[in-house]
């Protein structure tokens, strides 16, 4: 029998095209191998795609932009239909943008959409980046895949901030006087490095076009590379699922690629480009029109960068203006320098260092593919929660005038304010944040024991009331009992019998992460609870009771 015998020939014309391409590139073994790909089904899982999505609408809107901006910062004079700033005098870059919001048939509309997609963005790779480390998703295998979360982080706020900067007008122009200031602030070098970035004294006549090919070319390239990495990486570790019957770290319970998961991916897609369009629609961002063109004489009030790099901002608003030296002939701006540098560096390494950070605490080397609780593991809980309000406290002050004067108190003390929170917030939050965790792990331990309360009141025999406690379901029980709860692990010797430091400190964190602890209840301790309908106590610590209650 010859193979051209049993060679697949399709009828119709698409068909034929297809099996001509499939031929050649091999494309259909692809196709059928990442379709049965299976994916869990969970909300949290969404934050993901929605930046993923956010960025595809980035990238069409954008190359709208394109067609129409002008990178220049040459001069010229307003002559567009906006009337205020008619012969105005302003760079080319600004009149063009200008020309996109009122001459240019949806130009508002797409640079506003264009806007709120960029803030989305970078939102909702925060969200997910604190959703990997609130549950633990970032463990091995997946080490290398939360840093290139990091880097997709920090490129977002790149991109963010040199598309912000590329109107021209007078508040994209302050934020890049803020940048000038932190380069100049860096000693011996820092004048130099302005003059190479700037192309001349700030603001020099070549930042707006060199923005731009960081903008349109550079960072949307490498954040294209750090997503077809990340989602390699997803496919090749298989996703991260969440404990529940029948769920181990060797298999993965959801809904294969094809048809069901790209369906409901495809659906989620336009449903955030329509909420995109809506509020591109219906609410103003960013009118430039109002601020008019950059000169660097005036600042404004009331002006604060977009939310994403408002923390940096923030930071420099806290800093006391006291910190300036001269030594050796150089001024030393350390109230620039500190606050522009310091707590970024310190947020973004302890960021890319805490998977092997926690890795090594716990001396734990073996592969995670479910996911933790938040309140199963409380320590990283309250130093997530520490990190999050160290952040808001630094985002809060980039807006400390605009909070003066809204709620008419004074600038001053809402500085004052901050800068305590700025240290006392992160260590309330550490230690309200665990002891919430630890709560909640003593709450689902007693409803493992006995159940939910039913509300129902029921008298016994010999006149005692009890409530009655209604079991739960083997879903909700597997979720209550089911986790690990790591203990304290001493500082161990070498082979050579000594204790070096590096493990003397690591055997100190030991104790502080995992010595408040609430054991999840054995099965032995479940089924003696459950034997005494979920009323009497369990093990021998209640061994009196449980005498009496037999008698």
């Known amino acids: 029998m010859s193979t051209s015998a049993s060679r697949y020939e399709p009828r119709t014309n698409v068909g034929r095209v297809t099996n001509f391409v499939d031929q050649r590139v091999g494309g259909s073994g692809i196709v059928k191998e990442f379709g049965r790909k299976v994916f869990p089904d969970h909300w949290t899982f969404m934050f993901g795609e929605v930046a993923l999505y956010t960025f595809i609408v980035l990238l069409l809107s954008g190359t709208f932009l394109t067609f129409f901006f002008d990178p220049s910062m040459a001069e010229t004079h307003y002559d567009g239909s906006f009337v205020p700033l008619k012969g105005v005098e302003m760079s080319v870059a600004y009149a063009s943008s200008l020309d996109i919001s009122f001459d240019i048939r949806g130009g508002l509309f797409m640079r506003q959409v264009h806007h709120w997609a960029a803030l989305l963005f970078v939102a909702a790779m925060s ?17 290398f895949n939360w840093v290139i979360g990091g880097v997709l982080l920090i490129l977002g706020l790149a991109a963010g901030f040199t ?72 496919v ?21 690629v094809g048809p069901v998961y790209a369906a409901k991916a ?11 369009a809506v509020m591109a629609g219906f609410f103003t961002i960013n009118p430039i029109w109002n601020y008019g063109p950059y000169d660097p004489s005036p600042v404004s009030a009331g002006t604060q960068p977009d939310w994403y790099i408002g923390w940096v901002d923030g930071a420099l608003r806290l800093m006391p203006g006291v910190w300036e030296f001269v030594i050796f002939g150089q001024t030393l701006s350390l109230n ?48 997530g929660v520490a990190g999050v309000i160290f ?26 304010w901050l800068r305590a929170l700025f240290f006392l917030g992160p260590i309330i939050g550490f230690v309200v944040a665990k002891r919430i965790a630890l709560a909640l792990q003593r709450k689902d331990r007693e409803i493992a024991l006995h159940g939910r309360e039913t509300g129902r009141i029921v008298r016994l025999p010999h006149g005692e009331f009890i409530e009655v406690h209604e079991p739960l379901d083997e879903y909700h029980q597997y979720k209550l009992v089911n986790y690990e709860s790591p203990e304290v692990l001493p500082a161990q010797p070498n082979v050579e019998g000594k204790i070096t430091t590096s493990e003397k400190a690591r055997g100190v964190l030991s ?41």
């Open 236 to 256: 090749l570790h298989k996703h991260t699922q969440f404990p529940g019957p029948g769920r181990t770290n060797n298999n993965v319970i959801g809904y294969p």
């Open 266 to 276: 495809g659906g989620f897609f336009f449903i955030v480009f329509g909420l995109l």
């Open 391 to 416: 952040y808001c406290v630094m985002w809060a002050a980039a807006s400390s005038d605009l909070i003066a004067t809204h709620f008419s108190i004074s600038l001053n003390d809402v500085t004052y």
């Open 127 to 143: 969200v997910h980046m604190l959703r990997v480390f609130f549950t633990g998703a970032f463990r091995k295998p997946r080490e």
């Open 511 to 551: 104790r502080i992460f995992f010595e408040d602890r609430v054991a999840p209840p054995t099965p032995a301790e479940v089924e003696a609870a459950h034997a005494h309908g979920g009323h009497g106590e369990v093990e021998a610590e209640h061994a009196d009771h449980e005498s009496i209650s037999h008698r």
């Open 336 to 383: 620039v320098l500190i606050p522009a540098l310091v707590p970024a560096g310190l947020l973004f390494t302890l960021l890319f260092a805490w998977p092997w950070v926690e890795a090594w605490v716990s001396k734990d080397k073996r592969e995670h593919h479910l996911l933790d609780r938040p309140r199963n593991a409380p320590t990283r809980t309250g130093i």
């Open 163 to 234: 598309g912000y900067s590329l109107p021209d007008d007078l508040l994209s122009g302050n934020g890049l006087r803020i940048i000038d200031g932190v380069i100049k602030a860096i000693p011996v070098i820092g004048t130099y490095l302005s003059f190479f970035f700037f192309g001349g004294e700030f603001p020099g006549t070549a930042i707006i076009g060199r923005l731009y090919v960081l903008h349109i070319l550079l960072i949307p390239a490498l954040i294209l590379l750090m997503i077809g990495l990340h989602l390699f990486l997803v």
